[in-house]
Protein backbone atom coordinates (compact mmCIF):
# COMPACT_ATOMS: atom_id res chain seq x y z
CA UNK A 1 0.00 0.00 0.00
CA UNK A 2 1.30 3.37 -1.28
CA UNK A 3 1.43 5.47 2.25
CA UNK A 4 1.85 9.10 0.14
CA UNK A 5 -0.62 11.50 0.24
CA UNK A 6 -1.32 15.08 -1.08
CA UNK A 7 -2.24 18.32 0.66
CA UNK A 8 -1.86 21.51 -0.38
CA UNK A 9 0.55 23.12 2.40
CA UNK A 10 2.98 19.81 2.33
CA UNK A 11 2.79 18.53 -1.13
CA UNK A 12 3.05 14.92 -1.45
CA UNK A 13 4.33 13.19 1.86
CA UNK A 14 4.00 10.34 4.09
CA UNK A 15 1.06 10.42 6.17
CA UNK A 16 1.33 10.88 9.91
CA UNK A 17 -1.64 8.83 10.96
CA UNK A 18 -1.60 10.61 14.62
CA UNK A 19 -1.81 13.73 12.92
CA UNK A 20 -3.92 13.12 9.53
CA UNK A 21 -6.53 11.17 9.07
CA UNK A 22 -6.36 9.84 4.85
CA UNK A 23 -9.10 8.56 3.72
CA UNK A 24 -8.66 5.34 1.42
CA UNK A 25 -7.64 4.92 -1.87
CA UNK A 26 -10.32 4.83 -4.48
CA UNK A 27 -10.58 1.27 -6.09
CA UNK A 28 -11.51 0.84 -9.84
CA UNK A 29 -14.09 -1.64 -9.44
CA UNK A 30 -15.40 -1.45 -13.37
CA UNK A 31 -13.90 -1.81 -16.67
CA UNK A 32 -12.16 1.14 -17.34
CA UNK A 33 -11.23 1.86 -21.93
CA UNK A 34 -8.70 4.21 -22.17
CA UNK A 35 -5.63 5.13 -24.08
CA UNK A 36 -4.06 6.95 -20.79
CA UNK A 37 -4.46 10.52 -22.14
CA UNK A 38 -8.13 10.58 -21.43
CA UNK A 39 -7.38 10.64 -17.86
CA UNK A 40 -5.61 14.06 -18.04
CA UNK A 41 -7.11 17.58 -18.13
CA UNK A 42 -6.85 19.06 -21.94
CA UNK A 43 -9.30 21.65 -20.89
CA UNK A 44 -7.74 25.33 -20.28
CA UNK A 45 -9.27 26.56 -17.32
CA UNK A 46 -9.23 29.81 -16.22
CA UNK A 47 -8.79 29.30 -12.93
CA UNK A 48 -5.23 27.98 -14.17
CA UNK A 49 -2.75 31.41 -13.39
CA UNK A 50 0.40 29.21 -14.87
CA UNK A 51 1.54 30.41 -18.33
CA UNK A 52 4.04 33.33 -16.30
CA UNK A 53 5.29 31.08 -13.45
CA UNK A 54 5.70 28.08 -16.02
CA UNK A 55 7.59 30.64 -18.70
CA UNK A 56 9.97 31.79 -15.89
CA UNK A 57 10.93 28.14 -15.15
CA UNK A 58 11.33 26.83 -18.51
CA UNK A 59 11.82 30.12 -20.83
CA UNK A 60 13.61 28.60 -23.39
CA UNK A 61 10.30 26.53 -23.96
CA UNK A 62 9.16 27.66 -27.54
CA UNK A 63 5.47 27.11 -26.33
CA UNK A 64 3.39 27.64 -22.65
CA UNK A 65 1.72 24.97 -20.80
CA UNK A 66 -1.55 26.52 -21.98
CA UNK A 67 -0.62 26.07 -25.67
CA UNK A 68 0.25 22.89 -24.66
CA UNK A 69 -2.39 21.59 -23.44
CA UNK A 70 -4.62 23.35 -26.20
CA UNK A 71 -2.91 21.56 -28.92
CA UNK A 72 -4.18 17.98 -27.86
CA UNK A 73 -5.63 16.14 -30.15
CA UNK A 74 -9.08 15.91 -29.56
CA UNK A 75 -10.92 12.77 -30.74
CA UNK A 76 -13.88 12.69 -32.55
CA UNK A 77 -14.50 9.19 -32.73
CA UNK A 78 -14.54 6.90 -28.92
CA UNK A 79 -11.56 5.01 -27.62
CA UNK A 80 -11.75 2.35 -29.44
CA UNK A 81 -13.38 -1.47 -27.63
CA UNK A 82 -11.19 -3.60 -30.05
CA UNK A 83 -7.89 -4.45 -29.91
CA UNK A 84 -7.64 -3.87 -26.70
CA UNK A 85 -5.05 -5.29 -24.13
CA UNK A 86 -5.38 -8.44 -21.69
CA UNK A 87 -4.73 -9.38 -18.90
CA UNK A 88 -3.18 -13.19 -19.66
CA UNK A 89 0.80 -13.71 -20.14
CA UNK A 90 2.52 -14.63 -23.76
CA UNK A 91 1.94 -18.06 -22.35
CA UNK A 92 -2.00 -17.63 -21.87
CA UNK A 93 -1.55 -17.69 -17.95
CA UNK A 94 -4.30 -15.35 -16.28
CA UNK A 95 -2.48 -12.88 -14.16
CA UNK A 96 -5.17 -11.90 -12.01
CA UNK A 97 -3.93 -15.27 -10.51
CA UNK A 98 -1.09 -14.94 -9.86
CA UNK A 99 -0.23 -13.07 -6.79
CA UNK A 100 1.46 -9.69 -6.28
CA UNK A 101 5.18 -10.22 -5.68
CA UNK A 102 8.88 -9.16 -5.00
CA UNK A 103 10.89 -10.61 -7.56
CA UNK A 104 13.93 -11.80 -6.43
CA UNK A 105 13.48 -10.65 -3.03
CA UNK A 106 15.24 -13.05 -0.35
CA UNK A 107 12.38 -13.09 1.61
CA UNK A 108 9.84 -14.16 -0.94
CA UNK A 109 9.72 -17.93 -0.95
CA UNK A 110 6.97 -18.09 -3.65
CA UNK A 111 7.95 -16.01 -6.03
CA UNK A 112 7.74 -18.67 -9.77
CA UNK A 113 11.12 -17.92 -11.96
CA UNK A 114 10.04 -18.23 -15.44
CA UNK A 115 11.61 -21.65 -17.30
CA UNK A 116 14.62 -21.61 -19.83
CA UNK A 117 11.89 -22.43 -22.28
CA UNK A 118 9.18 -19.40 -21.29
CA UNK A 119 12.86 -17.26 -21.52
CA UNK A 120 13.95 -18.81 -24.83
CA UNK A 121 10.69 -18.14 -26.15
CA UNK A 122 10.50 -14.29 -25.17
CA UNK A 123 14.24 -13.57 -27.03
CA UNK A 124 12.65 -15.15 -30.09
CA UNK A 125 9.65 -12.43 -29.99
CA UNK A 126 12.04 -9.55 -28.82
CA UNK A 127 14.29 -10.16 -31.90
CA UNK A 128 11.18 -10.64 -34.16
CA UNK A 129 10.07 -7.30 -33.15
CA UNK A 130 13.31 -5.24 -34.41
CA UNK A 131 12.78 -7.31 -37.70
CA UNK A 132 9.09 -6.19 -38.66
CA UNK A 133 6.86 -9.35 -37.85
CA UNK A 134 3.35 -9.26 -37.00
CA UNK A 135 1.16 -10.90 -34.58
CA UNK A 136 3.62 -12.76 -32.97
CA UNK A 137 0.94 -13.12 -30.29
CA UNK A 138 -1.81 -15.00 -31.25
CA UNK A 139 -4.94 -12.50 -31.88
CA UNK A 140 -8.00 -13.07 -33.35
CA UNK A 141 -9.67 -9.41 -33.17
CA UNK A 142 -10.37 -7.67 -36.05
CA UNK A 143 -8.31 -5.19 -37.87
CA UNK A 144 -8.43 -1.27 -36.97
CA UNK A 145 -8.32 -0.29 -40.59
CA UNK A 146 -10.39 2.88 -39.90
CA UNK A 147 -7.91 4.30 -37.11
CA UNK A 148 -4.70 3.06 -39.00
CA UNK A 149 -5.89 5.21 -41.92
CA UNK A 150 -6.13 8.26 -38.97
CA UNK A 151 -2.51 7.22 -38.25
CA UNK A 152 -1.79 7.88 -41.66
CA UNK A 153 -3.46 10.70 -42.52
CA UNK A 154 -2.19 12.77 -39.27
CA UNK A 155 1.37 11.65 -40.16
CA UNK A 156 0.98 13.28 -43.63
CA UNK A 157 -0.33 16.41 -41.86
CA UNK A 158 2.15 16.44 -39.51
CA UNK A 159 5.46 15.70 -42.26
CA UNK A 160 3.62 18.34 -44.41
CA UNK A 161 2.93 20.82 -42.38
CA UNK A 162 6.57 21.26 -41.43
CA UNK A 163 9.09 23.35 -42.84
CA UNK A 164 12.26 21.35 -41.98
CA UNK A 165 12.92 17.76 -40.98
CA UNK A 166 13.49 18.64 -37.48
CA UNK A 167 9.10 19.17 -36.87
CA UNK A 168 8.81 20.45 -33.25
CA UNK A 169 10.88 20.91 -30.35
CA UNK A 170 10.08 20.66 -26.07
CA UNK A 171 12.26 21.45 -23.69
CA UNK A 172 15.52 19.33 -25.11
CA UNK A 173 13.72 16.99 -27.16
CA UNK A 174 13.26 17.08 -31.06
CA UNK A 175 11.26 15.18 -33.10
CA UNK A 176 12.09 14.62 -36.67
CA UNK A 177 9.84 13.19 -39.82
CA UNK A 178 11.30 9.97 -39.08
CA UNK A 179 10.67 9.49 -35.93
CA UNK A 180 7.19 9.90 -36.69
CA UNK A 181 7.00 6.75 -38.45
CA UNK A 182 7.43 4.57 -35.42
CA UNK A 183 4.01 6.04 -34.44
CA UNK A 184 2.11 4.21 -37.66
CA UNK A 185 0.42 1.38 -36.69
CA UNK A 186 2.26 -1.95 -35.69
CA UNK A 187 5.37 -0.08 -35.57
CA UNK A 188 7.88 -0.06 -32.80
CA UNK A 189 8.58 3.20 -30.99
CA UNK A 190 11.85 4.66 -30.35
CA UNK A 191 12.99 6.67 -27.59
CA UNK A 192 12.44 9.86 -29.06
CA UNK A 193 8.68 9.74 -29.35
CA UNK A 194 8.75 8.23 -25.37
CA UNK A 195 10.68 11.96 -24.70
CA UNK A 196 8.83 13.37 -26.07
CA UNK A 197 5.81 12.56 -24.68
CA UNK A 198 7.06 12.46 -21.71
CA UNK A 199 8.27 16.12 -21.91
CA UNK A 200 4.69 17.17 -23.15
CA UNK A 201 3.12 15.69 -20.18
CA UNK A 202 5.71 17.24 -17.94
CA UNK A 203 5.15 20.57 -18.96
CA UNK A 204 1.84 20.40 -20.29
CA UNK A 205 0.20 19.02 -17.39
CA UNK A 206 2.48 18.30 -14.01
CA UNK A 207 3.84 21.89 -13.75
CA UNK A 208 0.78 23.77 -14.28
CA UNK A 209 -1.36 21.50 -12.15
CA UNK A 210 1.41 21.17 -9.17
CA UNK A 211 1.85 24.99 -9.65
CA UNK A 212 -1.94 25.62 -8.47
CA UNK A 213 -2.11 23.10 -6.12
CA UNK A 214 0.88 23.73 -4.12
CA UNK A 215 -0.18 26.75 -2.27
CA UNK A 216 2.79 27.58 -0.06
CA UNK A 217 5.49 24.84 -1.45
CA UNK A 218 9.24 25.88 -3.07
CA UNK A 219 10.06 25.35 -6.59
CA UNK A 220 11.43 22.07 -6.34
CA UNK A 221 8.07 21.01 -4.97
CA UNK A 222 6.60 21.71 -8.28
CA UNK A 223 9.45 21.10 -11.09
CA UNK A 224 10.56 17.48 -8.73
CA UNK A 225 8.29 16.32 -7.02
CA UNK A 226 7.25 13.72 -10.41
CA UNK A 227 9.89 13.61 -12.44
CA UNK A 228 9.50 11.57 -15.83
CA UNK A 229 12.74 10.49 -16.51
CA UNK A 230 13.86 10.62 -20.11
CA UNK A 231 15.14 6.73 -21.51
CA UNK A 232 18.35 8.06 -21.90
CA UNK A 233 18.77 9.17 -18.66
CA UNK A 234 16.82 5.34 -17.33
CA UNK A 235 19.29 3.83 -20.04
CA UNK A 236 22.35 5.32 -18.84
CA UNK A 237 21.79 4.44 -15.46
CA UNK A 238 20.49 1.07 -15.38
CA UNK A 239 23.65 0.54 -17.41
CA UNK A 240 26.41 2.20 -15.30
CA UNK A 241 28.64 -0.07 -13.77
CA UNK A 242 29.08 2.91 -11.28
CA UNK A 243 25.72 4.95 -10.67
CA UNK A 244 26.72 6.87 -7.79
CA UNK A 245 29.28 8.73 -10.13
CA UNK A 246 25.86 10.10 -12.08
CA UNK A 247 24.59 12.20 -9.44
CA UNK A 248 26.24 14.97 -11.60
CA UNK A 249 24.83 13.65 -15.10
CA UNK A 250 21.30 12.32 -14.06
CA UNK A 251 18.56 15.32 -13.21
CA UNK A 252 17.92 16.80 -9.42
CA UNK A 253 16.07 13.57 -8.13
CA UNK A 254 16.64 15.06 -4.39
CA UNK A 255 13.15 16.56 -4.08
CA UNK A 256 11.13 14.23 -6.16
CA UNK A 257 8.11 11.87 -4.54
CA UNK A 258 7.18 9.62 -7.27
CA UNK A 259 9.75 8.68 -10.82
CA UNK A 260 8.85 7.39 -14.09
CA UNK A 261 11.33 5.13 -15.92
CA UNK A 262 11.46 3.47 -18.67
CA UNK A 263 13.00 -0.12 -19.41
CA UNK A 264 14.62 -1.02 -22.14
CA UNK A 265 15.89 -4.41 -22.76
CA UNK A 266 19.47 -2.79 -24.41
CA UNK A 267 22.62 -3.20 -22.87
CA UNK A 268 24.79 -2.51 -25.92
CA UNK A 269 25.84 1.81 -25.60
CA UNK A 270 27.14 1.70 -29.18
CA UNK A 271 23.70 0.81 -30.33
CA UNK A 272 21.03 3.46 -29.06
CA UNK A 273 18.09 2.24 -31.05
CA UNK A 274 18.91 -1.53 -30.01
CA UNK A 275 16.77 -3.26 -27.91
CA UNK A 276 13.09 -4.85 -28.60
CA UNK A 277 11.13 -4.14 -25.16
CA UNK A 278 10.22 -1.20 -23.30
CA UNK A 279 8.73 -1.61 -19.79
CA UNK A 280 8.14 0.87 -17.10
CA UNK A 281 9.14 1.12 -13.11
CA UNK A 282 7.69 3.65 -10.75
CA UNK A 283 9.57 5.33 -7.75
CA UNK A 284 7.64 6.07 -5.28
CA UNK A 285 10.24 7.40 -3.49
CA UNK A 286 9.02 8.30 0.19
CA UNK A 287 7.27 4.62 0.00
CA UNK A 288 10.33 3.21 -0.91
CA UNK A 289 9.10 1.67 -3.61
CA UNK A 290 9.76 0.32 -7.11
CA UNK A 291 7.16 -0.74 -8.82
CA UNK A 292 7.38 -3.07 -12.31
CA UNK A 293 4.63 -2.57 -15.02
CA UNK A 294 5.49 -4.90 -17.77
CA UNK A 295 3.05 -5.24 -20.73
CA UNK A 296 5.11 -8.73 -21.51
CA UNK A 297 4.45 -10.61 -18.12
CA UNK A 298 8.19 -10.21 -16.40
CA UNK A 299 10.22 -9.96 -19.57
CA UNK A 300 12.44 -7.17 -18.72
CA UNK A 301 12.64 -8.32 -15.28
CA UNK A 302 16.33 -8.58 -15.33
CA UNK A 303 16.59 -5.13 -16.88
CA UNK A 304 14.25 -3.56 -14.25
CA UNK A 305 16.23 -5.49 -11.59
CA UNK A 306 19.58 -4.02 -12.22
CA UNK A 307 17.78 -0.33 -12.91
CA UNK A 308 16.34 -0.31 -9.28
CA UNK A 309 19.23 -1.56 -7.41
CA UNK A 310 21.73 1.68 -9.81
CA UNK A 311 19.01 4.18 -8.29
CA UNK A 312 19.26 2.65 -4.74
CA UNK A 313 23.07 3.40 -5.09
CA UNK A 314 21.89 7.13 -5.60
CA UNK A 315 19.28 7.75 -3.16
CA UNK A 316 21.73 5.39 -0.13
CA UNK A 317 18.02 3.13 0.25
CA UNK A 318 16.95 0.02 -0.25
CA UNK A 319 13.72 -0.10 -2.68
CA UNK A 320 10.79 -2.81 -1.69
CA UNK A 321 9.85 -4.35 -5.47
CA UNK A 322 6.55 -4.94 -6.55
CA UNK A 323 5.50 -6.53 -9.83
CA UNK A 324 1.87 -5.00 -10.69
CA UNK A 325 0.11 -8.07 -11.38
CA UNK A 326 -2.70 -6.41 -13.31
CA UNK A 327 -0.54 -4.12 -15.94
CA UNK A 328 -2.48 -4.86 -19.36
CA UNK A 329 -0.99 -6.66 -21.74
CA UNK A 330 -0.04 -6.13 -25.36
CA UNK A 331 -1.50 -8.39 -28.07
CA UNK A 332 0.73 -7.61 -30.25
CA UNK A 333 4.34 -7.85 -30.74
CA UNK A 334 4.67 -3.67 -31.02
CA UNK A 335 2.91 -1.82 -28.47
CA UNK A 336 5.36 -2.42 -25.55
CA UNK A 337 6.77 1.52 -26.02
CA UNK A 338 3.07 3.29 -26.51
CA UNK A 339 1.91 1.01 -23.44
CA UNK A 340 4.63 2.38 -21.27
CA UNK A 341 3.72 5.72 -22.38
CA UNK A 342 0.16 5.30 -21.93
CA UNK A 343 0.58 3.97 -18.33
CA UNK A 344 2.51 7.00 -17.39
CA UNK A 345 -0.24 8.76 -18.60
CA UNK A 346 -2.68 6.87 -17.01
CA UNK A 347 -0.71 6.86 -13.58
CA UNK A 348 0.25 10.23 -13.50
CA UNK A 349 -3.05 11.52 -14.29
CA UNK A 350 -3.95 9.79 -10.56
CA UNK A 351 -0.67 10.92 -9.11
CA UNK A 352 -1.61 14.58 -9.80
CA UNK A 353 -5.39 14.55 -9.14
CA UNK A 354 -5.60 12.56 -6.25
CA UNK A 355 -7.65 13.95 -3.89
CA UNK A 356 -6.44 15.82 -0.53
CA UNK A 357 -5.53 13.75 2.23
CA UNK A 358 -6.79 10.04 0.38
CA UNK A 359 -4.05 7.76 -0.57
CA UNK A 360 -3.39 6.68 -3.88
CA UNK A 361 -4.12 3.55 -6.06
CA UNK A 362 -1.59 2.84 -8.68
CA UNK A 363 -2.47 -0.73 -9.51
CA UNK A 364 -4.23 -1.13 -12.78
CA UNK A 365 -6.88 -3.70 -12.22
CA UNK A 366 -9.93 -3.65 -14.41
CA UNK A 367 -7.74 -1.17 -16.94
CA UNK A 368 -7.94 -2.24 -20.47
CA UNK A 369 -5.67 0.05 -22.68
CA UNK A 370 -6.40 1.06 -26.68
CA UNK A 371 -2.84 1.82 -27.85
CA UNK A 372 -3.48 2.61 -31.27
CA UNK A 373 -5.81 5.07 -29.77
CA UNK A 374 -2.48 6.48 -27.62
CA UNK A 375 -0.73 6.27 -31.21
CA UNK A 376 -3.81 8.19 -32.36
CA UNK A 377 -3.10 11.30 -29.28
CA UNK A 378 0.22 11.44 -29.88
CA UNK A 379 0.61 12.08 -33.50
CA UNK A 380 -2.52 14.06 -33.74
CA UNK A 381 -0.87 16.08 -30.98
CA UNK A 382 2.68 16.57 -32.87
CA UNK A 383 0.38 17.41 -35.73
CA UNK A 384 -1.03 20.37 -34.05
CA UNK A 385 1.92 21.57 -32.97
CA UNK A 386 3.73 21.19 -36.30
CA UNK A 387 0.62 23.65 -37.26
CA UNK A 388 1.06 25.90 -34.41
CA UNK A 389 4.78 26.55 -35.41
CA UNK A 390 3.88 27.03 -38.95
CA UNK A 391 2.21 29.55 -38.31
CA UNK A 392 4.76 31.91 -36.06
Known sequence: MIKTIFTPNKGYHIADLQKEAPEEAIE?????????????????????????????????????????????????????????????????????????????????????????KE??????????QRKGHKQIISNNSPSSVDRAAILKELYQTAVGSGDSNALIRIRDVTIFSEDLETLLDDNWLDDSIISFAYEYIYTSQIIPTLTERVKYGRKDQIKEAIFLLLPTFSFLLANSPNPSELKD????????????????????????????????????????????????????????????????????????????????????????????????????????????????????DNVELSAIDARIFLLGTIANLVKLKSKK
Open 28 to 116: LNYPLITNGFDQLSWQSEESLETSETTDNVYSDDEHSSDKLREASFNNEYEISDTLLTTHKSLFGDDLSDHETDTPLSKSHKGHKKMTN
Open 119 to 128: RKKLKRLKKS
Open 249 to 364: VLPNLEHSSFIFMPVNDNIDFGEPEGGSHWSLVLFCVDDRKAIIYDSLYRANEGESMRLIKNTEAIFGKKFEIITEKHTPQQINSSDCGIIVIAITALLTARVLNVEDNRFLNLKL
